[in-house]
């Protein structure tokens, strides 16, 4: 059974991955080396270390009480961002990857490895290559599928604070 539970760990890590691939916030930080030159090694990283911070919290295995708050996930992503790409994301996607994350956590403590290899694959189908340009302009839509157009579109804005050094993530508006 040990077996079956290395493997679940090893389709949870890759969920993790896939999700963090496909966020259009890290792609554009990557992109745009705002880690510095080790950008790419950083987001690699960072897989690693979402995977380890939740499994340093997991609660009883049969009590889901214990787990982490959806905000709770999405602070420590926020910091991640803040912290090894001097970026602060504000495109309202930080409480989507962090449900993704919490959700593909779930599925991994009750063993379910078939929905955390269909959640992998939903969201790798899904990924789009997104590119932050000086002018504001975020995409330049490599999409399997169509984007969504309307008030809730993901299309995402990138702003250089200089003052601050920050970079500040927006969805365009």
């Given at each position: 059974m040990a077996g079956a539970g290395e493997d679940s760990r090893a389709l949870f890590g890759?969920?993790?991955?896939?999700?963090?691939?496909?966020?259009?916030a890290l792609q554009i930080a990557v992109e745009n080396s705002f880690g510095g030159v080790h950008s790419q090694?950083?987001?690699?990283?960072l897989g690693g270390a979402v995977e380890e911070y939740f499994f340093?919290?997991?609660g009883p295995i049969l009590s889901y009480s214990a787990d982490l708050e959806l905000e709770e996930v999405e602070d420590?992503?926020?910091?991640?961002?803040t912290n090894e790409f001097d970026t602060v994301v504000e495109d309202g996607s930080l409480p989507q990857v962090?449900?993704?994350?919490?959700?593909?956590?779930?599925?991994?403590?009750?063993?379910?490895g078939a929905a955390l290899k269909?959640?992998?694959?939903?969201?790798?189908?899904?990924?789009?290559?997104?590119?932050?340009?000086?002018?504001?302009?975020?995409?330049d839509g490599v999409c399997p599928q169509p984007e969504p157009s309307g008030p809730d579109?993901?299309?995402?804005?990138e702003e250089d604070i200089v003052e601050d050094g920050w970079t500040i993530v927006r969805r365009k508006k």
């Open positions: 890759a969920g993790v991955r896939a999700a963090l691939e496909a966020w259009p090694e950083k987001a690699e990283w340093r919290n997991e420590f992503l926020g910091e991640l961002m962090s449900q993704q994350l919490q959700t593909m956590f779930q599925h991994f403590q009750r063993g379910d269909e959640m992998a694959s939903h969201i790798t189908q899904r990924k789009c290559k997104v590119t932050a340009t000086n002018d504001g302009a975020a995409t579109s993901q299309t995402i804005k």
